[in-house]
Every structure is written in structure tokens, then in C-alpha cells.
């Protein structure tokens, strides 16, 4: 298996753009978690998704954040409109149980 | 605050010498984790403890469990300048189906 893979790697936009981030979780894995990282609040865990169904959104930061998983071989993570402390390294992970998460590569976003 | 702490923030040593990092948290767990984050890159899953065990190896790693004081350390005997990386402690409590990271070590090891 390839792992979890991430798209784009890289993202620069401007302030108020919608951007959209991809995930492909490893098959046959049931759990699905976006994360986010900032040298200030370290590894935050945003939303994570259960058999495709969202199972708790606490962590997404406000309205602007969205995500779905529409199967079970992809999932997106989607900030509109975008703003300069929405800079991060978005994560994506998936795990076959509650124990061990496998992190894809990141998504390194800049918003100027 | 986070569940997970980790301490120290950055250790510096050299080739071949040893490497502990610590790991304090709050609440009752399930098992508590440790992974590794090379610059650039997604965190790695390294080892495993669950909340019944004191004591874990897998080749040069060495976990400590010590529930009665809510901490957990690794050890990294014999280090290499290629396990420079930060190294994060998760911890899997009742709550949800979800890991709570702690703020991570930034380990180097110099050659």
C-alpha cells in the first residue's frame, strides 16, 4: 500500500481564496482524522470521520473550515475564505482502530 | 491545555550516546503512544504502551509506563545522527476514538 497520500504538498494563496485539500486514506482503514500543525498550538486534531460519517467536528476552528469524506477512498478538507492564520501544515491520517494512526505526508499551506 | 507534555523541548547529543525523552499527562488512559516526525514529514507510529504495562522494547527504543504518576519515558540507546526528529507522545483515553498529542521533543543527535 502507498500509504496515506496528500494533495497539493505545497499551497500558496491569497487571503480570502477557497482551498481545498486532499486526502487518500490506506484502504481498508475505517478512520479518517485531519489534523493541524503550527509551531504555536503544536498538533491539532480538527475533525475525524468514522465508516465516512463525521464523528466529532470540535476541533475545526470556525465556519470557514468544512469536510467531507464522500467514500471511503477519499476525503477533503476545505477553507473558505482563507486567511493569513489559517497557515499550517494540514495533516491527514487513518487508522484501522482506535491504536495506530498513519500520517500521510502533510500539505504545507501558505496564505498571504 | 494538552493531555501530553513533553520534556525536555530540545536535547542535543552525540552520536552513540543515549537519548530520554519524558512525557507527563492528565487523565486516565487507554495506551499511550510515541511517534517520530523527521523535518518535513508526516509522524511516524514508533511503539506502543498499553495502560497495564510498565516496560516495552523494539530494537534501540525502550518505553516506561508509570500510571500512578500519569508519565511515560523513551529511550533511545546507542543514537544515530539519522534518528534527529521530533518525537511526540499520543495518549488514547476514554474519550472518542481519538489521539491527544503532546507538544513534542526536538532531538539532535550530532555525528
Known amino acids: 500500500d502507498a500509504g496515506v497520500i496528500q494533495s497539493p504538498r505545497h499551497e500558496v494563496t491569497e487571503m480570502g481564496q477557497e482551498v481545498t485539500l486532499r486526502c487518500k486514506p490506506i484502504s481498508g482503514h475505517d478512520y479518517l482524522f485531519w489534523y493541524r500543525q503550527t509551531m504555536m498550538r503544536g498538533l491539532e486534531l480538527l475533525i475525524y470521520f468514522n465508516n465516512n460519517v463525521p464523528i466529532d467536528d470540535s476541533g475545526m476552528p470556525e465556519d470557514r473550515f468544512s469536510a467531507k469524506m464522500p467514500n471511503a477512498s477519499f476525503s477533503t478538507l476545505k477553507i473558505q475564505p482563507s486567511e493569513p492564520r489559517d497557515s499550517a501544515v494540514y495533516f491527514c491520517?487513518?487508522?484501522?482502530?482506535?491504536?495506530?494512526?498513519?500520517f500521510g505526508a502533510g500539505t504545507r499551506l501558505s496564505v498571504l | 491545555s494538552q493531555q501530553g507534555e513533553e520534556d525536555p523541548q530540545a536535547l542535543s547529543i552525540q552520536e552513540g550516546e543515549n537519548a530520554t525523552m519524558n512525557c507527563s499527562y492528565k487523565?486516565?488512559?487507554?495506551?499511550l503512544q510515541w511517534y517520530r516526525q523527521n523535518s518535513g514529514r508526516g509522524l511516524v507510529h514508533l511503539i506502543l504502551?498499553?495502560?497495564?504495562?510498565r516496560e516495552k522494547h523494539s530494537g534501540r527504543l525502550r518505553v516506561t509506563l508509570d500510571t500512578s504518576k500519569k508519565s511515560s519515558s523513551l529511550l533511545i540507546t546507542a543514537s544515530r545522527a539519522a534518528d534527529t526528529a521530533s518525537y511526540f507522545c499520543?495518549?488514547?483515553?476514554?474519550?472518542?476514538?481519538?489521539?491527544?498529542f503532546g507538544g513534542g521533543t526536538r532531538l539532535m543527535v550530532k555525528p
Open positions: 499520543a495518549t488514547d483515553t476514554n474519550a472518542g476514538n481519538m489521539l491527544t
Open positions: 487523565t486516565s488512559i487507554n495506551n
Open positions: 504502551i498499553r495502560s497495564n504495562e
Open positions: 491520517a487513518s487508522s484501522l482502530d482506535r491504536n495506530i494512526q498513519y
